[in-house]
């Protein structure tokens, strides 16, 4: 069957309901659905041909940028091989030197194993389902509260909804899920009493800045500090590097800036440089032990845990990082980026601009209650860059392969939309 332009915009609207839209005003009649067709390095097209910049690097999982041939190759030489074979009770050769490279970047061999899942929410379950088994089996069964913080965000599924502390992402979810106390900061944690202290099993945390609470930043020792009361108390600390891993803020990981290894990291997104879903959550030799023995084995996976396809994007992946520097090179492009997000802060219609690395936040001056933020990103689309807000927050975050240029033509994008639509 053969669908013209016309013919998927109406059959789209049809049949498909889309994550995170209003689906009123896009069934509307006139409305014309952004359909993407074809992408390279930062530059996507459309339906008719027309050119964007991928200014959220297709919501935050874009590394290297589309139609990398390295990453090509990768998942062609694999097809040749097979596409999928399962993970429970069998292995296969990607999943295992995967395993072997993630582990190794990390200092002192701390972090040693790998559950593969299927992505950032996914990852996020695996690290809280394991520590709260942990407790249970070691003869803490009182230690079953999760700690998580204000305006967090780790993901939609069931339990990952209900450690997130921002309730128009999770309505009903926050009524049941896991035990949860929240807290607004580290001060916040150094209040608590012992005997509260006593419930925790974890703490969990997105390093460095909160994404969908509109790139939030914390204070620069904030996550060396809580990773001192973790130690202290025995708490376990999980850092949610979904967003944050793989270069976006300047080192391959968030943690490494405040010289902090976790007890369980969830990565994603640009695990496979943003071209398959796979996650995968790292752990300590200490977790580990505590689930061997038939009575404690671990009951949790999904049927695509260790896709073989994945595995071997992300290995690829990898492989460009180290090829092509890609870590080395980013210094000069936060300078540049730092210097173009000046010129917008110093806009009268931004109230601020928060940046971490490549991760930039551009939050909109609103005096009324109507949301500024997706009429901007709309504004940016006759200009050439695709991005979404979070409320009245433009997001930026390009791939890592953005030239100064297409950094420039970005900005100056955001600028003229937000000129247009905030006179």
């Not at 949610?240 to 891993?245: A, N, S, Y």
Request: with cysteine; net charge negative; hydrophobic share 40%.
């Amino acid at each position: 069957m053969t669908f013209s332009p016309s013919d998927l915009s109406t059959a789209d609207k049809k049949h498909l309901w889309h994550p995170f839209t209003p689906m009123q005003p896009w069934c509307t009649e006139d409305h014309e659905p952004l359909s993407l067709v074809s992408g390279k390095g930062c530059t996507l097209r459309d339906q008719h041909g027309r050119e964007y910049l991928d200014g959220n690097s297709s919501i935050w999982t874009n590394i290297h940028g589309h139609s990398h041939p390295t990453i090509h190759s990768a998942i062609q030489e694999q097809l040749g091989r097979v596409a999928h074979t399962s993970f429970l009770g069998f292995t296969h050769p990607p999943a295992i030197q995967l395993a072997s490279e993630l582990v190794g970047l990390f200092p002192g061999e701390k972090l040693t194993r790998v559950f593969y899942s299927d992505d950032g929410s996914t990852a996020v379950e695996v690290a809280v389902r394991m520590a709260l088994q942990f407790w249970q089996q070691t003869g803490h069964p009182e230690r079953h509260v999760i700690a998580a913080f204000d305006r967090a965000y780790h993901g939609d599924t069931l339990g990952a909804a209900s450690l997130g502390g921002i309730p128009l992402f999770h309505h009903a979810a926050t009524q049941i899920g896991h035990t949860v106390i929240r807290a607004a900061d580290i001060e916040a944690l150094l209040t608590l009493s012992k005997a509260e202290i006593s419930r925790i099993a974890a703490v969990i945390i997105e390093p460095l800045i909160q994404g969908a609470a509109g790139m939030r930043l914390w204070p620069s020792g904030m996550l060396s500090a809580l990773q001192d009361w973790c130690r202290q108390h025995d708490v376990f600390l999980i850092l949610d590097e979904v967003m944050t891993g793989f270069g976006r803020t300047g080192k391959m990981f968030a943690c490494e800036h405040e010289g902090v290894t976790p007890d369980f990291i969830a990565l994603a997104k640009g695990l496979t440089g943003g071209y398959l879903p796979l996650a995968a959550t790292l752990t300590t030799e200490r977790v580990f032990n505590a689930f061997l023995g038939m009575a404690n084995t671990f009951y949790y996976g999904h049927s695509y845990c260790g896709n073989q396809l994945g595995c071997a994007a992300a290995l690829a992946s990898l492989r460009v990082f180290r090829e092509e520097k890609v870590i080395e090179g980013l210094s000069a492009k936060i300078q540049r980026f730092t210097a173009l997000l000046s010129a917008l802060q110093a806009m009268p219609q931004v109230c601020e601009v928060r940046q971490c690395g490549m991760i930039a936040g551009i939050e909109i001056t609103n005096p009324g209650t109507e949301l500024l933020g997706s009429k901007i990103c709309l504004a940016a689309r006759k200009h050439g860059l695709l991005t979404r807000p979070i409320l009245d927050t433009l997001v930026l975050m390009p791939p890592l392969c953005v030239t100064d240029a297409e950094l420039e033509q970005m900005t100056t994008a955001i600028r003229l939309a937000i000129e247009e639509v905030c006179p």
